[in-house]
């Protein structure tokens, strides 16, 4: 059973920086396509970045020039970087995995942008 452990969330003020961390169980060479969701209090989860077994990234329009996906397959990890975060971008940030087969989710962590 693929496990994937999100890490990295936290409080921070607007206009500052995040990284998040996925650490996938296996080798990262098992999925297709590895990515961040979000789902914000009452809304439904959205899509925010993913990036392809060949490197091709894509993100939301919302995210554009502020979040930067990004992988170490030698850690079988990806990483989400965040700046200028703004309260919008308040959620429990997700990572998921997907194979041929089916896909995977992690339990989340929780991005707080508050003065």
């Known amino acids: 059973q693929v496990q994937l452990v999100e890490s990295g969330g936290g409080l921070v003020q607007p206009g500052g920086s995040l990284r998040l961390s996925c650490a996938a169980s296996?080798?990262?060479?098992?999925?297709?396509?590895m990515g961040w969701y979000r789902q914000a209090p009452g809304k439904e989860r959205e899509l925010v970045a993913t990036?392809?077994?060949?490197?091709?990234?894509n993100s939301a329009d919302s995210v554009k020039g502020r979040f930067t996906i990004s992988r170490d397959s030698a850690k079988n990890t990806v990483y989400l970087q965040m700046n200028s975060l703004e309260p919008d971008d308040t959620a429990v940030y997700y990572c998921?995995?997907?194979?041929?087969?089916?896909?995977?989710w992690g339990k989340g962590t929780l991005v707080t942008v508050s003065s």
């Open positions: 990036i392809t077994l060949y490197g091709v990234t």
């Open positions: 296996e080798t990262m060479l098992s999925f297709n396509v």
């Open positions: 998921n995995a997907r194979t041929s087969g089916g896909q995977y």
